[in-house]
């Protein structure tokens, strides 16, 4: 698999229901970053959790990380007609050079 | 909030030109990036820089490829001769020091006929 490969590529669901997304990466990191993006947009940052944190919180947003399966989730709680975009996470794993290697992203649609 | 601003946001051109697309970065931030994203698909690393000068780039940032900093706020990514292929959308980003999030601008869309 490739570095920061998401699973699913492809999740619908009803709007209230809860959003998981996951993401595994092959090398050692740094931090692991989550971006959103909407369709045609830029990327927007949504959190950095460090190589030796397991779990960060921010708003309705909840991501954990286990270096040792070199994987990681996020959860979206409470999802909304707004949540609907692509997500991708970001794995630094060049210590000092901050080069970000992105995956392959999971298109989220949430149903009104 | 500070953020990162790019223009032109949709770029046209045709195959052999020379395009240069403009990042004004936020200003207290030391590294800057370029990243590429072709349509429908991941977005990849083209090169960093840092203290002025490129600190790393990617098999993509080949000899048509190069990026400039020539003030205190601009940083410009130019291709020389455009090829079909470049087309792409065109992300800037830059960060503050390290371990912490790369702030990314809205993109350019560059499109080669």
């Known amino acids: 698999s490739q570095q920061g490969e998401e699973d699913p590529q492809a999740l619908s669901i009803q709007e209230g229901e809860n959003a998981t997304m996951n993401c595994s990466y092959k090398?050692?990191?740094?931090?692991l970053q989550w971006y959103r993006q909407n369709s045609g947009r830029g990327l927007v940052h949504l959190i950095l959790?460090?190589?030796?944190?397991r779990e960060k919180h921010s708003g309705r947003l909840r991501v954990t990380l286990d270096t040792s399966k070199k994987s990681s989730s996020l959860l979206i709680t409470a999802s909304r007609a707004a949540d609907t975009a692509s997500y991708f996470c970001?794995?630094?794993?060049?210590?000092?050079?901050?080069?970000?290697?992105f995956g392959t992203g999971t298109r989220l649609t949430i149903i009104p | 909030e500070p953020e990162v601003t790019q223009t032109p946001s949709h770029q046209v051109t045709q195959m052999g030109q020379e395009v240069i697309l403009r990042c004004v970065p936020i200003?207290?931030?030391?590294?800057f990036y370029w990243y590429r994203q072709i349509l429908g698909q991941k977005v990849e690393f083209l090169v960093s820089?840092?203290?002025?000068?490129?600190?790393?780039k990617s098999e993509i940032f080949d000899d048509q490829f190069s990026v400039e900093r020539p003030d205190g706020s601009n940083f410009t990514l130019k291709i020389r001769s455009t090829k079909l292929e470049d087309s792409a959308m065109y992300f800037c980003?830059?960060?503050?020091?390290?371990?912490?999030?790369?702030?990314f601008g809205n993109g350019t869309r560059l499109t080669v006929t």
């Open positions: 959790i460090r190589s030796n944190e």
């Open positions: 970001a794995t630094d794993e060049d210590f000092g050079n901050e080069k970000l290697t």
């Open positions: 820089f840092y203290n002025n000068e490129i600190s790393e």
């Open positions: 200003s207290n931030h030391l590294y």
């Open positions: 090398t050692s990191i740094n931090n």
């Open positions: 980003a830059s960060l503050d020091r390290g371990n912490s999030p790369l702030h």
